[in-house]
């Protein structure tokens, strides 16, 4: 069974084992499993778990789009995780279901009572899928927008179209603020990335240690002054 990665495991109020604990898929899984149990805001019950060499693969059903959402956050948690393939259906219980047209005046009436989300946000449904458009100046408010779509009770998706539109200043000015940035921050280990700009596109390349490392760089490009679009090209590694 290939191995996904070592670790020195430690015992309290003691030092480094000599010995490497390994992960087989069988204990990735295993440890899937339990974080997503461990989870209280996730119904674990009719979610089936695979693992291979690292990616992980969730299927079954789930009751809301936020479980689908949460599930994954919980499986990148899990250390020896380097992808997540999330497969869930969300099957909305009979007496949560709303019309689509009920369903999208709810999710406007959300997205209206959320400051962060700019006013020109609109949305559309169909069969509990919530479409996202307007323009936006920073992708913190897409992300905003999305989010709250999301926690609506009887949506079933989100797909977000919302359109940044910004100033782009110069890509060396966008580059070096970037990087800059990632040094900053505490949970990046940035000697392993490089940032490229070209019209408004960051890419990101390199290797980190972990899911949450990953997400802080993303996030950090992200909040550069007129990033369109991040090119993520960032490997998990253990």
């Given at each position: 069974?290939?191995?996904?990665?070592?670790?020195?495991?430690?015992?309290?109020?003691?030092?480094?084992?000599?010995?490497?604990?390994?992960?087989?898929?069988?204990?990735?899984q295993?440890?899937?499993?339990?974080e997503?149990?461990?989870?209280?805001?996730?119904?674990?019950?009719a979610?089936?778990?695979?693992?291979?060499?690292?990616?992980v693969?969730?299927?079954?059903?789930?009751?809301?789009?936020?479980?689908?959402?949460?599930?994954?956050k919980?499986?990148?948690?899990?250390?020896?995780?380097?992808?997540?393939?999330?497969?869930?259906?969300?099957?909305?219980?009979?007496?949560?279901r709303?019309?689509?047209?009920?369903?999208r005046?709810?999710?406007?009436?959300?997205?209206?009572?959320?400051?962060?989300?700019?006013?020109?946000?609109?949305?559309?449904?169909?069969?509990?899928?919530?479409?996202?458009t307007?323009?936006?100046?920073?992708q913190?408010?897409?992300?905003?927008?999305?989010?709250?779509?999301?926690?609506?009770?009887?949506?079933?998706?989100?797909q977000?179209?919302?359109?940044l539109?910004?100033?782009?200043?110069?890509?060396?000015?966008?580059?070096?603020?970037?990087?800059?940035?990632?040094?900053?921050?505490?949970?990046?280990?940035?000697?392993?990335?490089?940032?490229?700009?070209?019209?408004?596109?960051?890419t990101?390349?390199?290797?980190v240690?972990?899911?949450?490392?990953?997400?802080?760089?993303?996030?950090?490009a992200?909040?550069?002054?007129?990033v369109?679009?991040?090119?993520?090209?960032i490997?998990?590694?253990?």
């Amino acid at each position: 069974m290939p191995l996904l990665g070592s670790m020195q495991m430690t015992s309290a109020g003691a030092g480094p084992l000599d010995k490497e604990f390994t992960m087989t898929n069988q204990e990735l899984q295993a440890a899937v499993n339990d974080e997503l149990f461990w989870d209280p805001k996730i119904d674990s019950q009719a979610i089936a778990v695979s693992t291979d060499d690292g990616t992980v693969t969730l299927r079954g059903t789930v009751g809301s789009f936020r479980q689908k959402r949460e599930a994954q956050k919980a499986a990148e948690r899990v250390y020896g995780v380097v992808f997540v393939s999330n497969e869930l259906d969300v099957r909305i219980l009979h007496d949560a279901r709303r019309d689509d047209a009920e369903l999208r005046g709810a999710v406007l009436q959300a997205l209206m009572l959320d400051s962060v989300v700019p006013t020109m946000i609109d949305a559309t449904v169909r069969n509990g899928v919530v479409t996202l458009t307007g323009t936006a100046v920073w992708q913190y408010e897409r992300d905003e927008a999305e989010f709250v779509a999301g926690n609506v009770l009887g949506v079933t998706g989100v797909q977000d179209n919302i359109y940044l539109d910004s100033p782009t200043p110069s890509a060396g000015d966008v580059q070096f603020s970037i990087s800059q940035a990632l040094q900053r921050a505490a949970k990046i280990d940035a000697d392993n990335l490089t940032v490229a700009t070209s019209n408004g596109t960051v890419t990101l390349k390199g290797s980190v240690g972990s899911w949450s490392e990953h997400d802080a760089a993303i996030a950090t490009a992200w909040a550069a002054p007129g990033v369109a679009t991040v090119d993520d090209h960032i490997s998990v590694r253990y």
